[in-house]
Structure formats: C-alpha cells, structure tokens
C-alpha cells in the first residue's frame, strides 16, 4: 500500500469518527414506509404482498421502526421504544387525515374512477401519504429519517414535500411531477395543486435557516401547473386562482386571480407581398 493511500485510508477512518449521525438503513426506509401506507390501504398491494394478518404486520411495522431509530437513538429525546410507541398512537389521525386527501382527489379529478384508484395508483397521494408520515415523526423530534422518507417518496413519485411544511386537510396534487414544496410552506385546507408548482424560498443565506423562507397558501386556493411562488412573506389569499407559468413573490388578497399574460404573434405572407404580415393578439 502506497503512503498516499495510507494517508486518505486515515483521512477517512477520521472522517467516519467525526461525523453526527449514524443513518439508518435507506433500503430498510424504504420498505417499511411502503408496507407501512400497505397496511393502512390494502388496495395497494399487490397479489405477492397480501397480508391478512393485520395485529402481525402492525406489531411487526413498530419493530421495523425501533430498528431504523436506533441508529440516531443518542440524537432523539426518548427512546427508539418510546418514539416508536407515540408515532403509532397517531396512526389512526394520520389514517383519517389520508382518507379526507383521497377524498379529495377522486372528488375533484374528472379522470378518476374512485377513490381506490387514487390509494392504489395515483402519486400525488402516494407522496401525501408518506409526507404525513414523515411530519408526525419530524413532530416527535427525529433527525434525518423523515427526511430520508419523503425523498425516498420524491424518488418514486417525482414529488418533492419537505416533511417540515404544514399542510392541511383535503390536500389535492394532480399529475404531481416536479412538485415542490419547501420547508416552512404553510398550505390550509382544500388547496389543490398541479404539476411543475414550485412552493419555494428567494435566495437566502444560511443564517436564515431558522426562519420562514416559504409561502402561505391559504385555504381553498388552486395553484395551475408550472406555477412558481416563493418568499416566507408571500401569502396567497384563500380562495384565490394562481394561472399556470405564473411567477408570484408578492402577496395576493384572497380571491384573486392572477394569470401569466403571453403575446402570440401569427405570421402570414400577403399574396401580393414576400413580406410577412404579422398580427398581435
């Protein structure tokens, strides 16, 4: 073995000692968020996956998460058995909390065919379901896991909910692909939102982490595809209507509706003339 690679070899044995936090194991996250949302709503799984004993699978679930805790157990106010135990006390509001957004997207999408479809196919719920998973565990004060949950969503669904945002009830994404929802965003109840919508910060340094970077979106607001609206000033009105490609670091009262405003050019040639003759719409 050569010094140089000695020398990085010490580097990193180093480096592994000075760091925080143990992480817990990402497949391991993985699976038991998924059996997790398959307990709740059969409907999603599949015919290798079915389960009829609910108690077993319960009780196996809170094992799953003591283990994925223990890692980061000098990091957490209680213990993994501890924690563990409260998360699952919450389980049955994080259950009627879900029903109300599946409600909510077969309600007010015209393609669904029923609220089973949505459980057990759409992503936009997926990623809700998995975001209000990883917030009541944020709630509990873990480190890192909620974190490594809602990117594990964003990784299947191309949805990116921070687990520290405050959503509230009937929460509706259609489509959902490139969604983002940042940290400190506030959402009140019955907001729906489309693909591409940006719910993000304007540019602040690292000092301000503490602090509300994200908007507010209150209730009853529907925000169309591509929309971008950043700032933790910036406070969307309820009941309001946010147009698609609309670039928002204002405020807006409540029923508003703002739209991006484009100018189409039609060329045509004139039969008498080479020279295109253009019309502003």
């Known amino acids: 073995m050569t010094t140089s690679t000695s020398s990085f070899l010490e580097h990193l044995q180093t480096q592994r000692a000075q760091y925080r936090?143990?992480?817990?194991?990402?497949?391991?996250?993985?699976?038991?968020?998924?059996?997790?949302?398959r307990l709740l709503f059969p409907v999603t799984q599949d015919c290798k996956s079915v389960s009829q004993h609910v108690e077993e699978t319960y009780q196996n679930l809170n094992e799953q998460l003591v283990r994925l805790l223990c890692p980061l157990e000098k990091n957490l106010p209680h213990s993994a058995e501890t924690i563990s135990e409260r998360f699952f006390e919450q389980l049955p509001a994080i259950y009627d909390g879900l029903l109300l957004d599946a409600h909510a997207i077969a309600d007010n999408d015209p393609a669904s065919v029923g609220i089973e479809e949505v459980v057990a196919v759409y992503p936009g719920f997926y990623a809700i379901g998995?975001?209000?998973?990883?917030?009541?565990?944020?709630k509990l004060d873990v480190p890192l896991l909620p974190r490594m949950l809602t990117e594990y969503a964003h990784g299947q669904t191309g949805i990116d909910i921070h687990p520290g945002?405050?959503?509230?009830?009937?929460?509706?994404i259609d489509h959902g692909t490139g969604v983002v929802i940042g940290e400190t965003t506030i959402i009140g109840n019955n907001v729906k939102i489309y693909q591409g919508v940006t719910l993000g910060a304007t540019y602040v340094a690292k000092s301000m982490a503490q602090k509300k970077r994200h908007p507010t979106i209150e209730n009853n607001v529907v925000i169309y595809a591509n929309a971008t609206i950043l700032g933790g000033h910036t406070t969307v009105g309820h009941d309001?209507?946010?147009?698609?490609?609309?670039?928002?670091?204002?405020?807006?009262?409540?029923?508003?509706?703002?739209?991006?405003?484009?100018?189409?050019?039609?060329?045509?040639?004139?039969?008498?003339s080479a020279e295109p003759i253009n019309f502003v719409i």
């Open 165 to 172: 945002a405050q959503i509230g009830q009937s929460f509706f």
């Open 21 to 37: 936090y143990r992480l817990p194991s990402r497949p391991d996250a993985g699976r038991f968020i998924d059996q997790l949302m």
């Open 240 to 272: 309001s209507i946010i147009g698609g490609n609309v670039w928002l670091t204002n405020s807006v009262e409540a029923h508003s509706l703002v739209y991006h405003q484009h100018q189409t050019e039609v060329r045509l040639k004139s039969l008498e």
């Open 130 to 138: 998995v975001y209000r998973i990883a917030h009541e565990l944020l």
